[in-house]
T-cell receptor
Framework: DGGITQSPKYLFRKEGQNVTLSCEQN?????MYWYRQDPGQGLRLIYY???????QKGDIAEGYSVSREKKESFPLTVTSAQKNPTAFYLC?????????????FGDGTRLSIL | GQQVMQIPQYQHVQEGEDFTTYCNSS?????IQWYKQRPGGHPVFLIQ?????EVKKQKRLTFQFGEAKKNSSLHITATQTTDVGTYFC??????????FGKGTSLLVTP
């Protein structure tokens, strides 16, 4: 089945550590996105990528980094500079980054601070 | 920047009652999408509206896009317990990113 796979499902971070969240898609989509979801806050865009080797900052990129070395992979690193990383992280993809393309979401990763 | 406001934040209905959530943008949108997120799940795309004044139906769900393309609504007729979840609107004004509303969480009691 085609889809988006996020791992791990749950992740715990110690203070001062960087952690990387995995996102893989086999939908052959060009565009990929990372969102952060907090209770009552909806989805806020962290980074997006329209094509391999290219990515753009979203609304809340500070404290995060990404890479897009392969079409199917878009990992997100939560750095120690992100002071409030506890949240639900969602990865999504769409056929293209053009306006109006439906986004397909993974099951998410819940990140917590130890 | 573009903001998408969604109301109400929560709605609790008895099974069989109707439900409506409203979405308003500070700027004109090129299109608007609606997503549903079940408790513990991820958002799932429901529909996209593009034309001014457009109305689309999916069984008991009716979606509308305003004439000025700055507002939209989702109406559910005769809710069922399977309708429980959070409904998000997401607007785009020809850019590459979607701006999501904060969502309306629907609780349906039998």
């Amino acid at each position: 089945d085609g889809g988006i796979t996020q791992s791990p499902k749950y992740l715990f971070r110690k203070e001062g550590q960087n952690v990387t969240l995995s996102c893989e898609q086999n939908l052959n989509h060009d565009a990929m996105y990372w969102y952060r979801q907090d209770p009552g806050q909806g989805l806020r865009l962290i980074y997006y990528s329209q094509i391999v080797n290219d990515f753009q900052k979203g609304d809340i990129a500070e404290g995060y980094s990404v890479s897009r070395e392969k079409k199917e992979s878009f990992p997100l690193t939560v750095t120690s500079a992100q002071k409030n990383p506890t949240a639900f992280y969602l990865c999504a993809s769409s056929i293209a980054a053009a306006s109006g393309q439906p986004q397909h979401f993974g099951d998410g990763t819940r990140l917590s601070i130890l | 920047g573009q903001q998408v406001m969604q109301i109400p934040q929560y709605q609790h209905v008895q099974e069989g009652e109707d439900f409506t959530t409203y979405c308003n943008s500070s700027t004109t949108l090129s299109n608007i999408q609606w997503y549903k997120q079940r408790p513990g799940g991820h958002p799932v795309f429901l529909i996209q509206l593009v034309k001014s004044g457009e109305v689309k139906k999916q069984k008991r769900l009716t979606f509308q896009f305003g004439e000025a393309k700055k507002n939209s609504s989702l109406h559910i007729t005769a809710t069922q317990t399977t309708d429980v979840g959070t409904y998000f609107c997401a607007g785009s004004n020809s850019g590459y990113a979607l701006n999501f509303g904060k969502g309306t969480s629907l609780l349906v009691t039998p």
